[in-house]
């Protein structure tokens, strides 16, 4: 399929409309302006340009991320912390704003999902059940000290 060529202020635009749509990180950008026949330097001029304007902001993107990953898809610190390490965000970063999750509401999300999930075991050892439904919320990403914490409560 033959590609359209756009002119800078065409891509430039493009760029900015993709990150208006919703908050990206530097690495879905760089992607982006992959799809475009960009010479390195035009490459930095739009990247320094998004920076610039606040159109890309990794701070605000990773927060927004953090947010929607733990309170839409129920998503713990690890599997939160891991998906935002593939697209190269910072460690320090990262640790930085996990302030975006409220402990109280963390405790709260591992209980409602040990509670959904284990009461949906049927005909299984209580030993049985416990183990299933930590696996499972460790592949939520939760942490197995707080899963722990939680089942020392129930």
């Given at each position: 399929m033959e590609k359209k060529s756009f002119t800078f202020d065409e891509i430039k635009l493009k760029l900015?409309?993709?990150?208006?749509y919703q908050d990206?990180?530097?690495?879905e950008v760089e992607q982006k302006m992959r799809e475009f026949l960009l010479i390195e330097e035009a490459k930095d001029e739009i990247i320094l340009y998004?920076?610039?304007?606040?159109?890309?902001?990794?701070?605000r993107f990773t927060r927004s991320y953090i947010r929607g990953k733990f309170y839409i898809k129920h998503w713990g610190r690890?599997?939160?912390k891991m998906?935002?390490?593939?697209?190269?965000?910072?460690?320090?970063l990262i640790s930085k704003c996990f302030d975006e999750i409220d402990e109280g509401d963390y405790e709260k999300m591992i209980r409602k999902i040990f509670e959904d999930y284990s009461s949906k075991q049927k005909g299984l050892q209580e030993y049985q059940k416990k183990s299933k439904t930590i696996k499972y919320l460790m592949s939520r990403g939760f942490e197995y000290e707080k899963i722990n914490d939680t089942f020392d409560e129930t």
């Open positions: 900015v409309n993709y990150c208006v990206r990180c530097h690495a998004l920076l610039k304007e606040n159109y890309l902001n990794e701070e690890n599997k939160i998906h935002l390490k593939m697209k190269q965000i910072s460690e320090k």
